[in-house]
C-alpha cells in the first residue's frame, strides 16, 4: 500500500508564495502521472496541475497557469508545486495524486491534503 505525504501547507498573505511537497512511500515503484488537486469549501475537488514520470507535458488549471509550476524528483518518488502570486481565491485543501501501472493494472492513491490559506 502506498502512502503519500503531502507538506508545505500554510497561512501566506496575497500575493505571496509556497511549495507543496508530496513523497510517495514506495520507493521501490515510480508512480506514473503525479498531479495535485485542491477543494476549497462548499466546492468540488478540482484538478490543478499534473505531470508525466519523466517530468514532460506539465499541465495545469487555467486558473493557476503562469503562477503555479509542477515539478517531480523521481529519485525521491517526490512531486512539488511551487505557488506564487497566491490570491485567497487559491484558499483551499490541496490533494496530491499519484497513479501507479504495475503489470498493466492502474492503482490510483491520495494524500491526506494540506491546507493552503491565502489572507491578510
Known amino acids: 500500500q502506498v502512502q503519500l505525504v503531502e507538506s508545505g501547507g500554510g497561512l501566506v498573505q496575497p500575493g505571496g508564495s509556497l511549495r507543496l511537497s508530496c513523497a510517495a512511500s514506495?520507493?521501490?515503484?515510480?508512480?506514473?502521472?503525479m498531479s495535485w488537486y485542491r477543494q476549497a469549501p462548499g466546492k468540488e475537488r478540482e484538478f490543478v496541475a499534473s505531470i508525466t514520470r519523466n517530468g514532460g507535458s506539465p499541465k495545469y488549471a487555467d486558473s493557476v497557469k503562469g503562477r503555479f509550476t509542477i515539478s517531480r524528483d523521481n529519485a525521491k518518488n517526490t512531486v512539488y508545486l511551487q505557488m506564487n502570486n497566491l490570491t485567497p481565491e487559491d484558499t483551499a485543501v490541496y490533494y496530491c495524486?499519484?497513479?501507479?501501472?504495475?503489470?498493466?493494472?492502474?492503482?490510483?492513491?491520495w494524500g491526506q491534503g494540506t491546507q493552503v490559506t491565502v489572507s491578510s
Open positions: 495524486y499519484a497513479q501507479y501501472v504495475v503489470l498493466f493494472k492502474k492503482y490510483d492513491y
Open positions: 514506495d520507493s521501490t515503484v515510480s508512480p506514473n502521472d
